[in-house]
């Protein structure tokens, strides 16, 4: 099994401001405040789909069509639980959008999601996918942004993922989008480096879905398979906490 993955884009900052009273990081999760995000807009926020082409992603036809379904059926679910854990409106629109690839031109609260093969920048590392968030210069909030997911999921090999690998991947790189960061800490080993999976954990064996490379629940060493699928794309309640600070930032 291959990592999932999860970097984060690089986002224009130019000196955010610092609300007095925000809060940026808490027992498993933390804001992308370093990248400019401080908060959830309480304005409504739709995510689309860019449609897949056989040459970006070097599936076939059938196999786009496939893969595209899967992230629609995920988008939809990660949608209503971003609603529901955060009162702010997350949809997903039908239809397709175009690409984004710019700060300064994409558009507010749209978070376009698309297939690429290898779409990790620097370095086209195999198996990563890649959110790049974009924040409101007026007052940081998550202004939306791009996903690109990394098509080799759909290819047999290394990279290839499990549907409830799939479901984590997707749900980490929305809560990149609007304005989560990973959640690890330099832990047991304390060894002074947050390595990869080295995150909070519980007697479940679960992992914040924030947790890099990739986490969720069940997903800690000696976490079982039937809990991974059982709870497939479903943001942990670190990262729920990790939400309602985000939320409860645009207003403090
Ligand atoms: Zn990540």
Redesign the pocket.
Known sequence: MGVL????GLVALSNPAHAAGDVYKGTGWRILNGRGIESLSPDPYVIHIVKPSTSATKLSAAKNKAAEAQLRAQLKKTAAQLTSITGTKFTLASGYHKEQKDCSTAERHVITVGLKYRPFTPGNKPGYSQ?HPCSATANQSAWGGWIWVDSEYWIPGDWAASPARVSNMMS??IG?SIGLD?ANVDGPDANHTADPYECVSNSSKDLPL?C???GGHGRAKGGSETRVKKYAGQYTKWDIAGLKALKANFSR
């Open positions: 993955a999860a970097g984060v959110a980490h790189e990149h990973h924030m890099s490379p990739n």
